[in-house]
């Protein structure tokens, strides 16, 4: 079974600041989707943004990236200018390839919680 | 431009009390899914659902009850209610390729 890992609990920032997000997991398969989403204190889940594994380019949407490292199943967000409105919880999330006969439940991580400094 | 509706946003049950929470999606998903999320804590899977007329359980089903006779439709019912259903519920939806889009919550008080 697929397993998502986020070892930093907390994270801090300043504002106008950057900072990276981890995560890892584990998997045996080829074809996969990862994703990044933040709960804010209103507690609404909001897709920050997915990679396909397939893709060997790096997503981005706006100030936020990742750096996808399939070999070493690395998946870290990079917040960059961060701002007051970035400060969540953050998850980290594993989905197989439906396609490839693989479950179409995600597997989350346990949550970054991230605090933004003015 | 809905995406996931899900109703009531608050809902206070006494114990023994039943409901079912409301979950609708307008983005043709097949796939829909509800979670919980306990305070402090990140989601569980309570059931799922592939298509209209197929369920599953989740990690967490017991206590809980599901029906899909629509694409757009996944309500979730609580019978009994007990004081360890209080959480936050969180319906899901998502097509063979995509992310899941969740509706805003719907937050439960069992006393």
């Known amino acids: 079974a697929q397993t998502v890992t986020q070892s930093q609990p907390e994270m801090s920032v300043q504002e106008a600041e950057t900072v990276t997000l981890s995560c890892t997991y584990d998997?045996?398969?080829?074809?996969?989707?990862l994703f990044w989403y933040k709960q804010p204190p209103s507690r609404q889940m909001i897709l920050v943004i997915r990679?396909?594994?397939?893709?060997?380019q790096n997503a981005t949407e706006n100030r936020f990236s990742v750096n996808f490292q399939k070999a070493a199943k690395s998946f870290s967000l990079k917040i960059s200018d961060s701002q007051l409105g970035d400060a969540a919880m953050y998850f980290c999330?594993?989905?197989?390839?439906?396609?490839?006969?693989?479950?179409?439940?995600?597997?989350f991580g346990k949550g970054t919680k991230l605090t933004v400094n003015p | 431009n809905a995406g996931v509706t899900q109703t009531p946003k608050f809902r206070i049950l006494k114990i023994g009390q039943s409901m079912t929470l409301q979950c609708a999606q307008d983005?043709?998903?097949?796939?829909m899914y509800w979670y919980r999320q306990d305070p402090g804590m990140g989601l569980k899977l309570i059931y799922y659902?592939?298509?209209?007329?197929?369920?599953d359980k989740g990690e967490v089903p017991n206590g809980y009850n599901v029906s899909r006779s629509t694409t757009e439709d996944f309500p979730l019912r609580l019978e009994l209610a007990a004081p360890s259903q209080t959480s936050v519920y969180f319906c899901?939806?998502?097509?063979?390729?995509?992310?899941?889009?969740f509706g805003a919550g719907t937050r439960l008080s069992v006393l």
């Open positions: 999330a594993y989905r197989s390839d439906i396609t490839q006969g693989g479950s179409e439940k995600l597997v």
């Open positions: 990679q396909e594994a397939y893709k060997q």
């Open positions: 983005m043709n998903h097949n796939y």
């Open positions: 659902s592939v298509g209209a007329g197929i369920t």
């Open positions: 998997t045996s398969e080829s074809d996969y989707y």
């Open positions: 899901a939806s998502s097509n063979f390729v995509g992310a899941q889009y």
